[in-house]
DNA sequence: TAAAAAAGTTTCGTGATATGATACCAATAT
DNA sequence: ATATTGGTATCATATCACGAAACTTTTTTA
């Protein structure tokens, strides 16, 4: 509890909508006893739940449940937000952070496809503003946001998307084998950030975070891009922890809660 | 509104919660003249809204918008949700009413997975207690279930799909052609219902209606079974006006508006 | 199968509580 | 610099939510 609510009956009704969303079908007296609210109480906030479409009452046994009206708000609020707006600022920070590019992406199918891009104010370097632009659908399985999202995936899915890749040596460090990917991935699930060591592009490498949303499914990524250069292993290992900050906080705006 | 609500802040504060997550983030005033109510009844329950952890203030603007503990409750709903308890009674009327067998599945990636089956009453004809099992796994392309549910994914997931299933001919009727299967799947789309027609096993023909839920996605499907005998094109004709029914009625229940 | 217990529903008098007018502060707009 | 708009805080008032009690229905137990 951060302050106290203003609102008595809010609280109350409020703690039965989530106590029967927890605890299916359920009765007026067994709400009153696990809230400690009279029953009459109870009842009278079903109603008024009812009445809003939120909670019916089940024709057989004479329970409560709810509706799927919770779910459709839900729904509604979700295709609402807009990743784009939440990442932005982290992205501007990151990039500033690092003085170097950052890119988000979003899964379409077994690609990614480059939904925004935030490049460090100051002279720019030519030689990293290479084939990246908004719009750019890449492959999963040869760019670091593609096997951070990758590495989220139930098995299942990760063949299904591998199947429809017809992964080829983009560079020679391109990974084609899928028993190879899958030691891959279970590195970048244990270290939580994934990296494209030139497999996509010599001379360019990237370090990746998947974002993880409510329900820990990752579709989106965000990546940090630089010449190897000045992507040396320890540059990788010092950048590697502004990722995993930024993937925590992304990751907790979009409802995740770990 | 069906019955009045005889909780006059509830009903103000659910308002007030539904304009939020359907108008991003907004502030005190806008909704007080949305809702046509005072601003500083407004400001009241969206304090304890915030308290509750539903609402936020933005630091920056001050607007008010979701937080995704709406979305975490409905997440939990939703796990919670039996699709067997839910889906058995009406198989069970549906398998009365046509005195033939009726199966569910789910969709596990590319395959169908039995969950449930009900048989009619009375005696039992053994020529079509063949080869269903709760359990079994079948393709998703030889089978009425497996296309009624094809017909409502993207594109896209169909290709995966078929990707992942080398096709083979079961029957001399299975579709093993992408084309073929692209013109079957609108067929069924318009029709609202899948045939399969001896496409599995020679001597059974199936009617499959594919269940959507809130999002018009389509995990779980049904079916009617029956040796061919039994399933003359004009039985398909009568029994396609039970499965839509049931799919109508099912997939309201599973919070589907359309 | 009768009686008792438990769960659900309705009513209603009471006072706690939600209300909204007013005022105040902060941020934009003019 | 001033006006306007939006957000926050206060408080007297009466409305509205409260819960005791009675009643009905269902389930359990004897």
């Given at each position: 509890m951060e302050t106290k609510n203003p609102i008595q009956s809010a609280e109350r009704i409020f703690n039965i909508l989530e106590y029967v969303a927890h605890n299916g079908p359920v009765g007026?007296?067994?709400?009153?006893?696990?809230?400690e609210l009279h029953k009459s109480t109870v009842h009278r906030m079903l109603l008024s739940l009812i009445s809003m479409g939120y909670v019916e009452q089940n024709d057989k046994s004479g329970k409560y449940q709810l509706t799927f009206k919770l779910v459709q708000l839900s729904s509604i609020f979700l295709s609402?937000?807009?990743i784009y707006a939440i990442a932005h600022p982290y992205m501007e920070r990151l990039a500033k952070e690092c003085q170097e590019t950052v890119h988000l992406v979003e899964r379409t199918g077994s690609d990614v496809v480059y939904i925004d891009k935030v490049e460090p104010a100051g002279p720019r370097d030519s030689s990293i503003r290479m084939a990246s632009h908004i719009g750019l659908l890449r492959p999963m399985y040869c760019s670091a946001v593609g096997k951070a999202i990758l590495a989220e995936l139930p098995k299942e899915e990760l063949y299904s998307i591998w199947e429809n890749s017809n992964p080829?040596?983009?560079t020679e460090y391109t990974i084609t084998s899928l028993d190879k990917m899958e030691e891959e991935l279970k590195m970048i699930k244990m270290k939580g950030y994934a990296l494209d060591n030139e497999e996509n592009e010599i001379g360019v490498r990237c370090i990746a975070g998947a974002i993880l949303d409510y329900n820990n499914n990752s579709k989106y990524a965000f990546s940090i891009s630089a010449p190897i250069s000045r992507m040396t292993d320890e540059r990788v290992e010092e950048l590697s922890s502004h990722v995993l900050k930024m993937k925590g906080e992304l990751s907790k705006h979009l409802g995740n809660l770990s």
């Open positions: 007026v007296v067994e709400i009153g006893n696990a809230l609402n937000i807009d080829e040596k983009k």
